[in-house]
């Protein structure tokens, strides 16, 4: 009995230590040594349990990858992959340190797979896993943790995700250029086309490539937070760092919170560079940030010393001082010309070159820069003026009397209004600037202050005195005309706390909306009136006095209005759910809308202009249809909003013209926005778009389409002349969908899209489309608004007559 067990006990000690050694890398090593490997089924994991390496399948892909994932999300989040180009095709392969100190991947026949390439060598080698994700090898003794003592680390070679530390850019003393490249797709962690890499100038920027196309670039990056650089301002989630010197040249970034877990991917599918943010409540990924963010982050939309301006119409505006290079073209919004300067610019001669001070636009390209820190503005100037090829300058920070130059060289590219409070000086013809901007005279500026000094001293108090007067005067006056309930500013002060930030709802085009509650507990909305906005008094009057006659189920009710000293406010009906758009473009709230809710969202839109159009005491075209003022009741119920730039037509007038053109751009009926015409056909293209936009949770003006698409109508066209309509169904959609309706509601969204507005149904005949089992007529080819649509043979005299439906008949259809 004895001898059993002394036998027995050996032997499970040696058992125990087998068990001891191969379980080693299952449960928590962090690193690899020279007499170690790691197999397929066995993990390295990080010393605090951050990350994770082993090897995985990317969704249903049988290839097998070297990756590091999040050890503790239970969506398996891949950062990193080794062999991305070279995928395993078994479970049998193994990492390993060899002889020359790299970390080797080999499959069953020992073939090499994957291998780093350091070439610094170390007695006594070992491969570690950081709990910031980096894998690195060191030596063993070497107790140094930074990335100086590092032979190798993964952070050099990144796949398409940036976590916090990493590096975007140029190591210039070894020469390592740190590139972010995308996944093939989901299954396919291989290279993709879609890459962010750091260009290497004096006042370098982040830019995305589509293959060798430009894509995006965030700006220049020294002095990120008033430069433009979209997404690199304050923030409560990261700390960026930018550094530009004669050995690097790199963007970082770090969490400001450790227990927050926050990532940039590249996502080749949709085009994007994202911030995703971890919430542990929901236990999914949120979008953060998108880059590009709209139409305007497009490289170079309106082309050299154009600026593009995402709410305005057209999209493109020449600098002060140029003018289109092809007027042509221009008209035709085909931008790519851009703009050349105005007058006989001649260079370095005294009253015909000057600089023209921009505000309020992110900097152009950087590629042909020049900059130094040791350099006053004054002197910028100057040198800038002795080059004939500077086209610009600026300081390096919004502080100019800090010091610090920058110039451009060549065209300006790529510019787009933001809220920079940098200037940018623009070399121009110096007679377009205004009292010889570039030499003012010393002696005219001293009479022009002195008589403006003497006239303000003369009329200060009787101007100030007879503007109180008639303010006074002309609030009552404008209250007796507006048949609504009048609010003083202390209600609204008191129900708002003031326009307190933490009850603004939102900001619109023309001002901030706020949330407030009356003292009978009553919940209101209250639109204040920005006084910089385009808005006028005869804009606010005209949406009061049709918010008061407008009663409609899907109309927002407005409450009440004040008109007191310099403020003008409309108090609505609170409502909880904010704005369409605030669901269908956000990639988690779009997942709470299905079919039926956003069918009924639909169909309440199209019942709420049938009454404005036929069924109200006026006939009334809205002229600013979208998403953003489509607000949403306690039960999803959709109300038209913003009345701000409605007009109203007589019972038996069908159209209008203008020759002010507001609105919002990628609404806007082409006949409207290229010429001036209105009509309830305007109001029905916007509901078009806005179809298109929920049924497919794409924006119209957005950058993730081909390059054959000018946008959400140009790529929902090409998809059902192809016959795949169905493909532009959001796949948030795919369990709740009714295809038939779906596919019956986007044929219904292309016939409101036609060019001519006489193609177009009415508004009643939508309705009954919607609510019926009729065959719809074939949509010709829509209007892009983009391009140049061809008449079809149209003469002026057919357009003005009201439209019909054309009872062409088709056979039912059937999505692939």
């Given at each position: 009995?004895n ?9 499970m ?5 087998l068990?001891l ?14 007499s ?14 951050t ?13 097998r ?8 999300i ?25 002889k ?5 991947l ?21 491969v570690q ?22 032979l ?8 398409d ?23 093939k797709n ?6 993709g ?6 260009s ?11 293959g ?20 690199m ?11 530009s ?8 970034y ?7 877990i ?17 919430i ?11 880059l ?7 490289y ?15 999209l493109?505006?020449?600098l002060d001082?140029?003018?289109?290079k ?13 703009c050349?300067?105005n ?13 023209f ?12 820069t ?7 503005l ?5 040198k ?35 809220d ?13 600037i ?8 010393l ?6 202050i ?40 202390a209600t609204?002060?008191k ?6 930030d ?21 919940e209101?909305a209250?639109?204040?009136?920005s006084?910089?906005?385009?808005q006028?008094?005869?804009e606010f ?24 000293k310099?403020e ?39 019942r ?9 005491r ?11 003022n ?28 203008t020759s ?6 990628g609404y ?7 010429d ?8 029905v ?39 795949t309509?169905?493909?532009l ?9 009714i ?25 009643t ?26 008449s079809?043979?149209e ?5 003005q007559?009201s ?14």
């Amino acid at each position: 009995m004895n001898h059993t067990k002394m036998t027995i006990f050996p032997a499970m000690v040696i058992v125990s230590m087998l068990l001891l050694l191969f379980s080693k890398f299952s449960y928590g090593a962090d690193t690899i040594t020279q007499s170690e490997s790691l197999s397929d089924g066995s993990t390295l994991i990080s010393k605090e349990g951050t990350f994770e390496l082993g090897f995985f399948n990317p969704g249903n892909s049988p290839n097998r990858y070297v990756g590091i994932w999040y050890k503790n999300i239970p969506v398996k989040t891949v950062v990193w992959v080794a062999n991305r180009d070279n995928p395993i095709k078994d479970n049998s392969s193994k990492l390993m340190i060899d002889k020359q100190g790299n970390l080797v991947l080999l499959n069953s026949n020992q073939s090499l797979i994957w291998s780093t390439n350091t070439t610094k060598k170390a007695s006594t080698p070992i491969v570690q896993l950081l709990d910031n994700g980096n894998l690195v090898i060191r030596d063993e003794n070497d107790t140094e943790t930074d990335e100086e003592s590092f032979l190798w680390q993964s952070f050099d070679y990144p796949t398409d995700t940036l976590l916090p530390e990493m590096k975007l850019g140029w190591d210039k003393k070894t020469g390592i250029h740190r590139i972010f490249t995308a996944w093939k797709n989901w299954e396919d962690p291989s290279s993709g086309d879609f890459v962010s890499s750091m260009s290497l100038s004096d006042n370098p920027e982040d830019v995305l490539w589509k293959g060798s196309t430009e894509f995006y670039r965030t700006g220049p990056m020294i002095g990120t937070t008033d430069s433009g650089a979209y997404g690199m301002k304050a923030n409560p989630i990261f700390n960026s760092e930018v550094v530009s010197n004669e050995d690097e040249a790199y963007f970082s970034y770090t969490l400001k919170n450790k227990s927050v877990i926050s990532i940039v991917v590249l996502n080749q599918t949709s085009l994007l560079l994202q911030r995703l943010v971890w919430i542990p409540q929901s236990r999914k990924w949120s979008n953060y940030l998108n880059l590009p963010h709209d139409t305007c982050d497009g490289y170079n939309v309106c082309g050299p010393y154009g600026k593009c301006v995402i709410d305005s119409s057209p999209l493109c505006q020449c600098l002060d001082g140029f003018k289109p290079k092809s007027p042509q073209q221009w008209s035709t919004m085909n931008w790519a010309d851009g703009c050349v300067r105005n007058g006989n610019w001649s260079c370095g001669v005294k009253g015909r070159d000057g600089f023209f001070k921009v505000t309020g636009v992110k900097f152009p390209d950087t590629t042909n820069t020049w900059a130094s820190a040791n350099m006053t503005l004054d002197d910028c100037k100057l040198k800038c003026l002795q080059n004939c090829s500077c086209t610009a300058y600026s300081g390096l920070t919004s502080n100019e009397d800090s010091g610090g130059c920058s110039m451009w060289f060549n065209d300006l590219k790529d510019l787009r209004d933001s809220d920079s409070m940098r200037n940018l000086y623009v070399r121009i013809d110096a007679s377009n600037i205004g009292a010889k901007h570039g030499y003012p005279k010393l002696a005219i500026l001293v009479v022009s202050i002195i008589v403006f000094a003497v006239i303000v001293m003369l009329l200060t108090l009787y101007i100030y005195r007879k503007k109180i007067k008639y303010k006074e005067d002309n609030n009552e006056d404008d209250r007796n005309d507006l048949d609504l309930p009048f609010f003083d500013l202390a209600t609204i002060h008191k129900a708002t706390d003031y326009f307190a930030d933490d009850n603004k709802l939102g900001e619109g085009g023309f001002g901030p909306v706020y949330k407030g509650k009356l003292q009978d507990g009553q919940e209101i909305a209250v639109k204040r009136l920005s006084r910089s906005s385009g808005q006028g008094l005869k804009e606010f009057k005209n949406e009061v006095i049709l918010c008061s006659k407008l009663q409609h189920r899907n109309l927002v009710k407005i409450i009440g209005y004040c008109i007191e000293k310099d403020e003008k406010m409309l108090v609505y009906e609170y409502m909880p759910n904010t704005s369409l758009d605030s669901f269908i473009f956000d990639p988690i709230q779009s997942k709470l809308l299905d079919w039926s809710m956003r069918f009924n969202i639909l169909f309440g839109i199209a019942r709420g202009l049938l009454y404005l159009h036929q069924d109200s005491r006026l006939r009334i075209v809205h002229r600013d249809l979208k998403a953003s003022n489509i607000l949403l009741d306690n039960d999803m119920q959709p109300k038209i909003s913003d009345f701000g730039l409605a007009k109203m037509c007589g019972d038996d007038q069908m159209e209008g013209e203008t020759s002010r053109i507001v609105g919002t751009y990628g609404y806007m009926a082409p006949e409207y926005a290229i010429d001036g015409l209105f009509s309830i056909k305007s109001d029905v293209f916007s509901f078009g778009v806005l179809l298109l936009e929920l049924i497919s949770g794409k924006k119209n003006r957005t950058l993730n389409y081909s390059q054959d698409d000018h946008n959400l109508i140009g790529h929902a066209w090409r998809l059902w002349k192809e016959g795949t309509i169905h493909t532009l169904i959001d796949d948030n959609l795919k369990d709740t969908c009714i295809l038939y309706e779906a596919l019956r509601c986007i044929q219904i969204g292309l016939l409101c899209l036609q060019h001519h507005p006489d193609n177009r149904p009415s508004m009643t005949s939508v309705v009954v489309m919607l609510n019926g089992n009729n065959i719809l007529p074939l949509p010709h080819e829509p209007s892009y608004l983009l391009k140049t649509i061809t008449s079809e043979g149209e003469t002026s005299s057919e357009r003005q007559r009201s439209s019909s439906i054309n009872n062409v008949t088709i056979s039912q259809l059937n999505a692939r």
